[in-house]
């Protein structure tokens, strides 16, 4: 069988044959029944937006089942899932070492509010094995994670502006729930409603990959910054995989300006290895944020920094943070579980080429075909892009105009049994639990896919 689907798809790309057409639209009765019910009960029936599938066709897929590398629909619809809960499910859904794991913990109880030891015995496994961190503070989410970084940031330095760039995202919090405003060194304009102009205005956004914006931003505020925060590798709004130099750049900007550096790897950390983007480009931040992959799909968060800087948070300083349920047990033992899985020996090389030869796969069909289409990878990440850009660093060199080709692209890809995230922005992620065979498939359903989008440009 694998022999088979080998020969079948690992010759030359370019040779396939034009797909004929598209296929036809997978059953979405029981979904769409459930998405008008939910209406009744949330925003837009989703509590997040982007499930809502505004920039892609149809209603949203309820999922009903995960196993492996597949998600099951309520309409009994089988995918390739290669959104993974959005990055955290790097073993796949359902990994029999985590579930294992929680099952035992939960016998004990599911909440306390109370130390336990299991704090302790992940604490001690990203500690041991991530020389970018001295202490850590678990949270339940990555946005509470960015937003109790902020918060230590400006109590670390007595300033009270932050920096972040275009393009990159941390969560809803009000500091960082803002957009650039008109020039280069702008205070960031309010992004949605509730969040206060008097709030936004403590944060000045520029361009990424911008280093004069940067010094700018620096000169105009002299002795007010108190953090530059950045994504890892900003994977929010596409893949903008920033230059080594860039990342030295800051560094030593903050140094000079003796302001803190502030990697947010909610998206990264443990995922490009174990390290996460700060091992990636060999650079120590001064604060980490985590989230997603710490606690094996369940929700969790985590900062981290020198014992020094970490000292001022409370009890030992002044900086107020806490959370009923952060370390909650059921959390920490997933993360144990998975934790433990990432540190075996061979398990980020083994993962990272594999998604390597996946993108490689699908670019050289792209470009067999002449068509503008671009794979950007790193690690186990992708991104698939309507573009001829070899390089895009910066949220203004991604055409929006691009957004239709991914939508029926999308919409093509469900049909033969492909789930992607439902916007042209996100970025895939491929699992310890996806096979050749599987992969073998979705390049398949790729190539028919794109046919479909170029024949109908």
Known sequence: MLESLKKMFSGNEGEVPVNTGSKPDISREKSAELYEKAKNYFPGGVNSPVRAFKSVYGTPLFIQKGDGCFVWDADG???????GSWGPLILGHNNAKVREKVTEVMQNGM??????ALENELAELIIKNNKFVEKIRFTSSGTEAVM????LARGYTGRDKIIKFEGCYHGHSDSLLVKAGSGLVTFGETSSAGVPKSFAQETIVIPLN?????????????????????????????????????VQFLQKICNDNKALLIFDEVIT????GFEGAAGHYGIKPDIVTYGKIIGGGLPVGMYGASAEIMGHISPDGGVYQAGTLSGNPVAMAAGIAQLTELLRSGFYKELNTKTTEFADSIQRFATARNYKFKVFQIGSIFWLAFTEKEKIQCA???DPASMEKFKVMHRELLNRGIYLGPSGYEVGFVSASHTKIELEKAKRAIFDSLDVVFRNK
């Open 77 to 83: 619809n089988q995918f390739i899932d290669f959104c």
């Open 210 to 246: 911008d280093t004069k914006a940067l010094e700018g931003a620096f000169e105009q505020f002299k002795d007010q910054v108190a953090a530059v925060i950045i994504e890892g590798i900003p994977a929010n709004n596409g893949l903008l995989m920033q230059d080594v130099e860039y």
């Open 148 to 151: 109790s970084a902020i918060r």
């Open 111 to 116: 909440s306390f509010g109370a130390p336990t």
């Open 269 to 272: 950390g443990f995922r490009l």
């Open 396 to 398: 203004e060199d991604i």
